[in-house]
């Protein structure tokens, strides 16, 4: 049905198709946080599911077994027990849940259930690449924590291990909280929970940027390497609808998790996001590997050209990064370009080139439209000359762009 002319409606309409068509045909999207959701997954959250509830058929809390409170639910539970069962296939894990309505709420729901009020976590620090979520005015807030920082102040904000463990042992927190939102590289993660465990505490790993990379393989394997509960969002390196996800190995911190999810945190799950998010892992069950390799391969690839094209980048001898960012050196971008990335950034958005303002380029959604390493030193020289030389490369980029159609690994 088409809306009334002139109407709100028909004006709502031609917004939807204009931002379709910009974001989804007319740009390069090198967000680090974006990524773009196969046709399947995106026919499954626009399907009948968008609008039902439902429960799971027993909660289990306090002893007390509920029904299902809503009928006409026979294949939402399946739904859901499809996505869970392909999750823990995907991330190797005994346990896991699609139900977390983003990383953020993914977080709570880990942190409230297992961490008492007046709990003391380690977590990074903001201004080392840390996320702002777990900061002390945040969650930690919420819950009347006390957060210290872990140092992540190496090359690239990485974590050195002799230090991490230092300041676990000198702190004796009840939890240490690892993730990023400026992640370049694996964390030493078998020292940081050997010396957490020593001192009785939980190790939680916030993987929501690289929880595309975790499943097809890269990056690093928490799981095994000592994290107890993993959680994120799976919308960024992870090519699904935005939402959550949480595994774990561990029955005991499962069993005070996952009932404490309903009710406490959220209480509709959005079937419709689990039936597209199940999609999505079960793409990435057949191809995931290949997608992560060549997320890091195309990250890396940019990164040497950007750097020889002149681009102040961090951890250069480091060889950039092992995910799918990689961070703009934003003093020397200052000192050397007089720009500052907020300005880059919107210099490039005019030349149909998306980057963050806060200088991190994501390779995720480029290498789901197809672009592979060898496309690497074109991208860069679209980069620099739109964004260091101001030169007018949107024309170009639009018809570079038209060549990718339909996505890739999905
Ligand atoms: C490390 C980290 N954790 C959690 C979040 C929050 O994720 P969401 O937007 O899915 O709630 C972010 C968002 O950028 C993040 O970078």
New binding site residues.
């Given amino acids: 049905m088409t809306a009334p002319p002139g109407s709100e409606e028909a004006r709502l309409a031609g917004l939807v198709r204009a931002h379709d068509r910009w974001r989804g045909r007319e740009v390069f999207n090198l967000l680090a946080?974006e990524n773009a959701v196969s046709a399947r997954a995106r026919k499954y959250l626009s399907s009948d599911l968008a609008g039902r509830y439902t429960l799971p058929l027993e909660v289990n809390f306090h002893g007390e077994t509920i029904d299902n409170s809503y009928t006409g639910t026979r294949y939402t539970d399946q739904i859901e027990t499809l996505a869970n069962a392909a999750a823990a296939r995907v991330f190797h894990a005994r346990f896991a849940t699609t139900r977390p309505?983003?990383?953020?709420?993914?977080?709570l729901s880990a942190l409230a259930p297992l961490l008492p009020a007046k709990s003391r976590i380690l977590a990074i620090a903001p201004d080392e690449g840390?996320?702002?979520?777990?900061a002390p005015g945040f969650i930690p807030a919420l819950f009347g924590y006390t957060v210290r920082p872990l140092p992540a102040d190496g090359p690239g904000f990485t974590v050195d291990p002799t230090r991490a463990a230092e300041t676990i042992h000198r702190e004796r927190p009840n939890a240490v909280v690892l993730?990023?939102?400026f992640?370049l590289f694996p964390y030493p993660l078998r020292e940081i929970a050997e010396a957490a465990h020593a001192e009785g505490a939980l190790v939680f790993y916030?993987?929501?940027?690289v929880l595309g990379l975790l499943a097809g393989g890269e990056f690093q394997d928490p799981l095994r390497e000592g994290a107890d509960v993993v959680f994120?969002?799976?919308?960024?390196s992870f090519p699904g609808p935005?939402?959550?996800i949480l595994f774990t190995d561990r029955d005991d911190l499962f069993q005070q998790i996952d009932p404490a999810l309903v009710w406490r945190v959220f209480d509709n799950a959005h079937w419709n996001r689990i039936a597209a998010l199940g999609q999505t892992l079960l793409e990435l069950e057949r191809c995931g590997a290949e997608y992560a390799r060549t997320i890091v391969a195309n990250a890396q690839g940019l990164g040497r050209s950007l750097s020889d094209l002149g681009v102040p980048l961090v951890a250069e001898a480091q060889g950039f990064t092992r995910s799918h960012q990689l961070h703009i050196d934003r003093p020397r971008l200052e000192a050397t370009a007089h720009l500052r990335a907020g300005a880059l950034a919107r210099r490039l958005e005019r030349q149909r080139l998306l980057i963050d303002l806060v200088g991190r380029i994501g390779t995720a959604e480029v290498t789901r439209l197809g672009l592979q390493p060898n496309d690497m030193p074109r991208l860069a020289d679209l980069l620099v000359r739109g964004g260091l030389r101001s030169e007018r490369v949107g024309r170009e980029v639009l018809v570079w762009r038209k060549t990718f159609s339909g996505l890739r690994f999905a």
Avoid: V
Wanted: charged share 10%.
């Fill in positions: 946080s309505l983003s990383g953020h709420i993914a977080a840390g996320y702002d979520g777990y993730g990023q939102s992640f916030d993987a929501s940027h994120g969002s799976t919308h960024k935005q939402g959550g």
